[in-house]
């Protein structure tokens, strides 16, 4: 694979910015850090996985809306099914402003790993 070891840094850099963003010290639980290194290399059900873990406080992660959200929603766009329905769930107990937020932070997300891929 062309820049193997550069894109990998770069993905690990990711995901570790991504898990010291997380507010629950018990967030480096292993099948987090898993979920968000596969979630990195663009894996739907990874995503799926967070949501779910974010939605039900799972795995080591404090319930938090805004990220399950933004989880449910990328895992939406890449065709996860189920996805979309636990999005669409949710949504109905966030405000406008969670939901935008949530919004923003999947954008950010792409952006963030189109930019490591690079």
């Given at each position: 694979m062309p820049g193997g070891k550069k894109m990998g840094q770069a993905w690990i850099k990711l995901v570790d910015t991504e898990i010291a963003s997380l507010d629950?010290?018990?967030?480096?639980?292993?099948?987090?850090?898993?979920?968000l290194a596969a979630a990195a290399q663009g894996d739907c059900n990874a995503y799926f996985d967070l949501g779910v873990a974010f939605s039900t406080a799972g795995h080591?992660?404090?319930c938090d809306?805004?990220?399950?959200?933004?989880w449910f929603n990328?895992?939406?766009?890449?065709?996860?099914?189920e996805a979309a329905?636990?999005?669409a769930d949710i949504s109905e107990e966030m405000?406008?402003?969670?939901?935008a937020e949530a919004q923003r932070r999947a954008r950010e997300w792409i952006a963030?790993?189109?930019r490591a891929a690079a």
């Open positions: 629950n010290a018990d967030a480096t639980d292993l099948l987090v850090a898993s979920c080591g992660v404090a809306l805004i990220e399950a959200h933004k990328l895992a939406a766009v890449a065709g996860h099914e329905l636990c999005r405000t406008a402003r969670e939901i963030d790993t189109r």
